[in-house]
């Protein structure tokens, strides 16, 4: 009996939990089927929701209207990051989207449901696809400079120091030109390489006129690093043959000139006397570099070699921004070189010291006194490169414009806006493209007018110049 019992109490408890159970399946089952599937509205209404997020952020940003508006302009969500080059370079055809229309397409999608202001929603076009190259093109071309050929003009006290002296005539000028690493440093807030192009620049435009000049780089191959050693010590190159000076051929190719790597000075002098080997002219060369040699060459035997070969031969150094060991390393190349050393600390040391110490005779210099005014060659090539850099605002404004264009197209096939809207939107467009094409249009006038004005102003002090000569030597005949 007790047995029983036993059983009997199991099997109730069995069955309550059970039941229990079977009542929690029950209720699920119960709340499963009583919650209705999620409707369309639903679920816009919760992407709706997601989207607000963005419409917060969306409603703070700027529509430009000035160029300082274009010029603060931040990239979109998604074109913040297209590389600067991409973004302004001319595009042909249609571009359309990239890889991100889709979820573009969903997020304008959510904006559309929340508002059908167009103000709004062409400031989402700018929160997603924005340019973020407007700033950059407009400070460039705000930046852009050039550094105008002038001829050293040595004053009538600078020539009469040199009344007794026997005129020397340097023969035919090759510089030198120091493109290693260490030109990468600041002098004066400019970089050193600039500046030595400019002075390179200026002395062949002096003495280009009646003197045939050679640019001979070096330092201008790999890199600083130990695995770029031999490739930067052994590449010397002439990048402006021996000629007369060409103001845009010169230009072309000393603005090709970017500092690298190791400074093979012994290099650079013995591939000049192999270039002028067996000639019987006489040769001058002028080196502007900022340090010695780095490459284990012999600079001293090579510059004592180079004057060995006839006696109308000179190497001359400038050592720009120059160290005192520097220097001593340097001074002894230009004496073994039966030439002189001239130390510049400064831009203006740069230039003063060539204006003074290396510019050529008097009626050399009268002869190049008006060459400016027949150089138009730099002129142009200022304009081509003041052009490319307008065009880089045009083209940002273009490809802008493009990604709006196909987003509202996608609106308006899809029904988010109305065609209304759609006008309206196309309206803003024009007035966006207008305003990039009136900002590029003002800055590359105003640089234009700039640039030209300094260019004048160089022209009058060469003629101002010539005219004090010319009346000095009429009083004194």
């Known amino acids: 009996m007790r047995k029983w019992m036993i059983l009997l109490l199991a099997a109730l408890l069995v069955g309550g939990c059970s039941g229990k159970a079977g009542k929690e399946k029950k209720v699920e089952a119960e709340k499963a089927v009583n919650t209705p599937e999620p409707t369309d509205e639903t679920k816009i209404k919760k992407t709706s929701s997601e989207g607000s997020a963005d419409l917060t952020d969306i409603e703070k ?24 080059e991409e973004e302004t370079k001319q595009k042909w055809g249609p571009f359309g989207l990239g890889d991100y229309e889709d979820e573009l397409t969903e997020k304008l999608r959510a904006v559309t449901k929340e508002i059908q202001d167009p103000n709004t929603i062409f400031q989402a076009l700018h929160y997603y696809v924005g340019s973020q190259a407007y700033g950059r093109a407009i400070n460039e071309l ?53 500046v030595a192009k400019s002075a390179a620049g200026r ?14 780089v070096y330092g201008h191959a790999g890199t600083q690093n130990d695995k770029d050693k031999e490739l930067s010590c052994t590449t010397i190159d002439e990048v402006y043959p021996l000629s007369a000076f060409d103001a845009e051929k010169f230009t072309e190719a000393v ?131 003041r052009t490319k850099l307008a065009e880089r605002i045009y083209y940002a404004g273009l490809n802008e414009r493009s990604r709006f264009q196909s987003a509202i197209d996608i609106m308006r096939a899809e029904q988010m806006i109305t065609q209304e809207i759609y006008n309206e939107m196309k309206s803003m467009l024009d007035s966006k493209e207008q305003l990039a094409l009136s900002v590029r249009k003002d800055l590359d006038t105003k640089k234009m007018e700039e640039l030209e004005a300094e260019r004048q102003a160089i022209i009058k002090r060469v003629q101002e110049w010539t005219d004090r000569m010319n009346e000095l030597k009429k009083n004194n005949s």
């Open 203 to 216: 002395f062949a435009n002096t003495i280009g006129g009646t003197n045939d000049v050679s640019l001979i």
């Open 255 to 385: 603005n090709g000139v970017e500092a690298k790597g190791w400074t093979p000075i012994a290099n650079a002098i013995k591939a000049a006397r192999e270039k002028m080997s067996g000639s019987s002219d006489n040769v001058t060369l002028y080196i502007i570099s900022d340090g010695t040699e780095t490459c284990g060459g012999d600079p001293v035997a090579e510059a004592k070699a180079f004057a060995a070969e006839d006696s109308g031969r000179t190497v001359n150094i400038i050592g720009f921004d120059v160290d005192t060991a520097g220097e001593n390393a340097l001074k002894e190349v230009a004496a073994a070189g039966n030439g002189e050393y001239i130390s510049a600390k400064t831009i203006d040391d740069l230039n003063n010291s060539i204006r003074k110490t290396w510019v050529p005779s008097f009626q050399e210099i009268r002869s190049k006194s008006n060459s400016l005014l027949k150089h138009w060659g730099q002129s142009f090539q200022e304009m081509k490169d």
């Open 142 to 194: 705000k930046e852009f400079r050039v550094e105008w050929y002038e001829p050293y003009l040595p004053e009538p006290g600078e020539l009469e120091e040199k009344a007794g002296e026997k005129p020397v005539n340097p023969g035919k000028a090759l510089i030198l030109l120091d493109a290693s690493s260490s030109m990468l440093l600041n002098i004066e807030g400019k970089l050193k390489m600039d």
């Open 61 to 84: 940003v700027k529509i430009p209207q000035t160029e300082e508006d274009l010029t603060a302009q931040e990239g979109g969500f998604f074109t913040k990051n297209i590389p600067y």
